[in-house]
């Protein structure tokens, strides 16, 4: 008799739970497709490049939508915005630099600096996140997994690797239907000076650094990065900030609301780095304008956005400092920018 009404109460928890679920469900398609198909096509624009922004769920706004009013939001995805040259005047590095070196699987040697990294807390209407400002720009490094084409490497096991202080993500990778083991980066990738990852000719908007420190930032080949001695770079964009101009061309700073992380460099040499939280109910997202925003308003000179989404991550000294959105764990990476100790 009592195993009878534990199983009896047992289906009913479950019914009440499948059922409670079946009706959030319904209410999130229900939201969502009157966002879509209703009348503020300014909403509309918003929620489609937020989910097509999304690697796993992409496909929804595509159910609600044509296909050619799909295209029409998303236009800026096949736009390249071509950076004029950077004016390296404007950012005037430390005087002392310190001498670094850095191996791929033999971690770091260098002078510990305890003193050289602040944050400050980061909050918008709909977003909150942390700001890394790290004032030696040549402790920033690319960390990368022991080889590419395979899987990649979680920021935790980056940091471990190369016994850095912290870091964030950085480059986007392969991620078809959000399916992807983060070992096959997009564009280039350059470490310790030679590239890695890509063709000489291959064209993306590269991130990185030369051996000074200097943050470059702009649509262009392997080889020019090269030609611009960048010893540190990986790719993905769009580019932000320009010689301390924001990049308001609508077509590629237009975007949803997402987690995000970017990088940026203050004419003082100092690195910022940047991560906003999303998909959570204290935190939706950050648009591209968003990072601007704040970009600018801690004096960067030159700016990027960097890969988001569940990838967004920053650890500082062992220990994570956003929540990442990620349902199943943080995922593995191609490219990071790392802090040396």
């Known amino acids: 008799m009592g195993k009878s009404k534990t199983k009896t ?5 479950c019914l009440v739970f499948f059922s409670t679920l079946l009706m959030v469900l319904l209410a999130v398609v229900g939201v969502v497709y009157i966002i879509l198909c209703g009348p503020s096509e300014s909403a509309q624009e918003l929620l489609a ?42 950012v005037v590095l430390p005087t002392a630099q310190k001498e670094s070196s850095v191996q791929d699987d ?8 305890e003193n050289g990294i602040e944050f ?4 918008g209407a709909s977003y909150r996140g942390i700001l890394m400002i790290v004032k030696d720009p040549t402790r920033i490094f690319v960390g ?11 920021l935790e096991k980056m940091v471990e690797k190369y016994d850095a202080v912290g870091g964030i993500n950085a480059g986007g990778f392969e991620d078809p239907n959000g399916t992807g083991k983060g ?30 420190g200097l943050l470059h930032v702009g649509y262009m080949s392997a080889q020019q990065a090269l030609n611009n001695h960048l010893w540190w ?23 949803g609301i997402n987690p995000r992380t970017a990088i940026g460099q203050r004419a003082d040499g100092a690195v910022l780095l940047l991560v906003v939280d999303g998909r959570q109910i204290t935190s939706l997202g950050a648009t591209y304008e968003d990072l601007i925003s704040i970009m600018l308003e801690h004096g960067a ?41």
Do not use: H
Request: aromatic share 6%.
């Open 233 to 255: 770079a990986c790719s993905f964009g769009p580019a932000l900030i320009v010689n301390g101009e924001a990049i308001n061309n609508g077509t590629i700073t237009s975007s």
């Open 183 to 212: 070992g096959t980066p997009e564009g280039i990738v350059i470490t310790n000076g030679n590239l890695v990852w890509g063709s000489a000719e291959t064209m993306s908007t590269v991130i990185g650094f030369d051996q000074e």
């Open 301 to 341: 000179v030159n700016a990027a956005n960097l890969d988001g989404g569940s990838s967004s991550q920053m650890i500082y000294n062992g220990e994570a400092l956003n929540i990442n959105a990620s349902v199943k764990g943080t995922r593995p990476l191609p490219t990071t920018f790392l802090v040396r100790k």
């Open 9 to 13: 109460a047992i289906k009913r928890i």
């Open 144 to 154: 990368v997994p022991s080889s590419f084409g395979d899987a990649g490497l979680t």
């Open 106 to 113: 033999e971690g770091l040697q260098g002078t510990e600096d």
């Open 49 to 90: 490049r937020s989910l097509k922004e999304t690697s796993a769920v992409g496909f929804i706004a595509d159910i609600f939508l044509p296909a050619q009013r799909v295209a029409e939001i998303m236009n800026d995805k096949d736009a390249v915005f071509e950076t004029e040259s950077m004016d390296t005047s404007l």
């Open 120 to 123: 400050v807390e980061i909050t």
